[in-house]
């Protein structure tokens, strides 16, 4: 059975990562849109979203996570 799966295996024309990054690396790389703007938008976008959540986070006004213990009283208990 190993031969087989072997033989099958190799007709495959399936090429490793490695295989494929050495081949991607010995050709010619002409810059393109990503190569030429990629960082910029990325760190643009960050900011962005961080600038965002932070505007969420202070001024509309919701209360995050406040806790009642403190500011709540017991009522009293009734027998009746």
Same mark, same amino acid.
């Given at each position: ?6 033989? &099958? ?40 979203? &961080? &600038? ?19 500011? &709540? ?8």
């Amino acid at each position: 059975m190993f031969p087989l799966s072997r033989n &099958v295996l190799s007709s495959l024309k399936i090429r490793s990562i490695q295989q494929i990054r050495a081949r991607q690396s010995h050709a010619k790389h002409s810059p393109d849109f990503h190569d030429k703007y990629g960082n910029t938008l990325l760190t643009r976008g960050t900011i962005f979203c &961080v &600038v965002a959540w932070v505007f969420t986070i202070t001024q509309i006004g919701i209360e995050w996570n406040q806790s009642p213990v403190g500011r &709540v009283t017991p009522k009293e208990w009734n027998d009746e």
